[in-house]
């Protein structure tokens, strides 16, 4: 059975820059597009970016392009997330997932999602 464990999350100032790690187990890792998600309270979970199996392509919502940038080691069945110049829109709990489709679409693999790690930004 899959395991995500999401990692790094924390408190930092706008502006500022944080790294996100997710350690997958439990499935052929190099064989899955992964993503980041994230959650805030009273919304619907976005999908944030997304990796291809290779991770050679990659997508980001407009929101966080040119801010953050998405990164896998398939030595490690690792995913990462940078997240640069974060503003405090980007406060939320970030999760990782395999993703259905392509890394452009949002359609996730696995309903047993991790426990998240959350992002504060303050202003």
């Known amino acids: 059975q899959v395991r995500l464990v999401e990692s790094g999350g924390g408190l930092v100032q706008a502006g500022g820059s944080i790294r996100l790690s997710c350690a997958v187990s439990?499935?052929?890792?190099?064989?899955?597009?992964m993503g980041w998600f994230r959650r805030t309270p009273g919304k619907e979970r976005e999908f944030v970016a997304g990796?291809?199996?290779?991770?050679?392509?990659?997508y980001y919502r407009d929101s966080v392009k040119g801010r953050f940038t998405i990164s896998r080691d398939n030595a490690w069945n690792m995913i990462y997330l940078q997240m640069n110049s974060l503003k405090p829109e980007d406060t939320a709990v970030y999760y990782c997932?395999?993703?259905?489709?392509?890394?452009?679409?949002?359609?996730?693999?696995?309903?047993?999602w991790g426990q998240g790690t959350q992002v504060t930004v303050s202003s």
């Open positions: 439990g499935v052929t890792f190099r064989l899955y597009t």
């Open positions: 997932n395999a993703l259905k489709h392509t890394y452009r679409n949002e359609a996730y693999y696995f309903d047993n």
């Open positions: 990796i291809n199996n290779i991770g050679d392509s990659t």
